[in-house]
């Protein structure tokens, strides 16, 4: 079992940055890959980062060039840097392992951009 944590997340302006963090109960570095996602009000939950354990990385479209997913000294965390946000990126952001299709969750943390 893996129990992950999300926290970082919070209030901040159009053009503001934040760093979402991804906690797992163990060792996340083995974990062939880790997911962010988003989820607004009455929308699907869509993919936002990915990163492996090769240190390959994919971002969709819509926030590459503005959000960059890496690890963390510390082997159980993984982050989310988010630059130039926009209101549309208000969400609930929540972090997935996949373990050769084991998927855990975390519970999510909010991100609202707002002025």
């Known amino acids: 079992q893996v129990q992950l944590v999300e926290s970082g997340g919070g209030l901040v302006q159009p053009g503001g940055s934040l760093t979402l963090s991804c906690t797992a109960s163990g060792n996340i570095a083995s974990i062939p890959v880790i997911r962010w996602y988003r989820q607004a009000p009455g929308n699907q939950r869509e993919l936002v980062a990915i990163?492996?354990?090769?240190?390959?990385?994919f971002y969709p479209t819509h926030v590459k060039g503005r959000f960059t997913i890496f690890r963390g000294n510390a082997k159980n965390t993984v982050y989310l840097q988010m630059n130039s946000l926009k209101p549309e990126d208000t969400a609930v952001y929540y972090c997935?392992?996949?373990?050769?299709?084991?998927?855990?969750w975390g519970r999510g943390t909010q991100v609202t951009v707002s002025s």
């Open positions: 990163i492996t354990t090769v240190e390959s990385v």
């Open positions: 997935n392992a996949d373990r050769f299709g084991e998927l855990y």
